[in-house]
């Protein structure tokens, strides 16, 4: 659930439709579940196999299986990869805990959509009020981790996450309702083979990893916790269906509302923060809609806010121990903080920053990793004598195991490889 709550957040709500928007819609999504299946899955198990078997965190996972650091690279990967996503996905957050002090204000209500369109951006703007927004996810995330309540926020997601679902589907119903949201299901559900272009089948590859949380060692760190008798494939098995139906959940919401009001699916970063306040206003008791979503949305976001600092604040912890001035966890609380607060000024000061970040992240940090993680343990751990991760989980049946391997060794990166040779022109 833990490892569900750090994919399900602002990856499926904030990114996906938008990115589907923008590459097609129908198109995209069916790109875009093939690579859950052929990535999700084996990639998933890997991860979560990893830390499971070594007990370590993406720092210490590949040194404590491998026997040596020929494979730390690997790890500070993970780490620059988090902490770039660290900075524009805590200003997305801000963007959240913005729109819902507005949502308690009523300040969008009654705006059209070309009204919605340019308050995004008047707020975006405000150089001075996007930073304050985003550094308080930062304050909120560095606290839990500092005090260590992760137990009380853990409980806490039980109750708002289904809540949230509930939420949702509330909205899809709603919207379903407005005139001319049958085009907007068309356009999510159609599947068009002719708007299948390289750059859509990066897209997908790379939403598919940041979404489900692969190739930034968040998965490796809950594995390392995870208890002996944990079925692992039914953890990724449920981690994936979760993840993909939100995902899913928030493109029926968006798209039927776009085209009903008159958006462009192609809007990009800002399609949900300027299409959810025009839905508010066609629901009963909107200004309640309004700030119990956009209050949820935060909850949702901070549970992967959570995850994502934690990868990095285990990581210097580790390295930090290999030192002669090891570091404490509240000291590397405090490092890690100060690092993300960085990056959300270079984010919101510098537009560019943030549009590299996500693709850099996106379409070639975390699929390098994700490459590199599937060669690591389906070519390089059998000749150093390690039994295999497998082993680590007796849930996994001898011919699943076959199969697992195979894909790891074989499917896995070659399909990865040939992406990039696509998206480059090679091919």
């Not at 210490?60 to 690279?73: H, V």
């Not at 981690?239 to 959940?249: C, K, N």
Request: net charge positive; glycine share 8%.
């Amino acid at each position: 659930m833990a490892a569900a709550g750090s994919a399900v957040g602002l990856g499926n709500i904030w990114k996906f439709p938008y990115i589907a928007g923008e590459n097609g819609g129908g198109a995209f999504l069916v790109v875009y579940l093939l690579c859950v299946a052929l990535f999700g899955l084996p990639l998933v198990m890997t991860e979560f196999l990893i830390g499971k078997r070594s007990g370590k965190s993406a720092y210490g996972a590949f040194r404590a299986l491998n026997g040596n650091n020929r494979w730390q690279w690997l790890s500070w990967m993970c780490m620059v990869t988090a902490m770039l996503i660290m900075g524009f996905y805590f200003v997305v957050t801000g963007w959240c805990f913005n729109y819902l002090a507005e949502a308690l204000t009523s300040a969008f209500s009654g705006l059209n959509a070309d009204a919605l369109t340019e308050h995004f951006a008047t707020v975006t703007g405000n150089t001075p009020r996007m930073i304050l927004f985003a550094l308080l996810p930062v304050l909120l995330t560095a606290m839990v981790l500092w005090f260590d309540v992760n137990k009380g926020i853990e409980r806490l997601s039980k109750i708002l996450m289904p809540l949230l679902l509930l939420m949702m589907l509330l909205m899809a119903g709603r919207v379903l309702m407005l005139d001319g949201s049958n085009i907007g299901m068309r356009f999510f559900f159609q599947f068009d083979f002719s708007k299948i272009t390289p750059k859509v089948i990066m897209e997908a590859m790379g939403q598919c990893f940041f979404s489900l949380s692969i190739g930034m060692g968040a998965l490796i760190t809950y594995g390392s916790y995870m208890p002996k008798g944990q079925n692992v494939p039914r953890a990724s098995i449920q981690v994936i269906i979760l993840d993909t139906l939100v995902a899913l959940m928030a493109g029926v919401i968006i798209f039927p509302a776009v085209f009903a009001f008159g958006f462009d699916p192609q809007e990009g970063p800002q399609l949900v923060f300027v299409v959810l306040p025009a839905i508010f206003e066609q629901m009963s008791f909107s200004w309640l809609s309004g700030v119990l979503f956009f209050g949820l949305l935060c909850i949702a976001a901070l549970t992967s806010t959570i995850s994502l600092m934690e990868v990095a604040v285990a990581f210097v912890c580790e390295a930090s121990a290999q030192t002669r001035h090891p570091l404490s966890r509240r000291q590397s609380v405090a490092i890690v903080s100060a690092g993300a607060v960085v990056m959300i000024i270079l984010c919101v000061m510098i537009p560019a920053v943030f549009d590299y970040s996500d693709w850099l992240t996106a379409c070639i940090l975390m699929p390098v990793a994700a490459l590199g993680m599937a060669v690591f343990v389906g070519w390089n751990l059998p000749k150093n004598g390690e039994k295999g991760v497998l082993e680590a989980d007796k849930g996994i049946k001898r011919w699943a195991r076959k199969i697992y391997i195979f894909v790891l060794r074989w499917i896995v990166p070659v399909a990865i490889i040939l992406i990039f040779l696509n998206s480059l022109g090679v091919l």
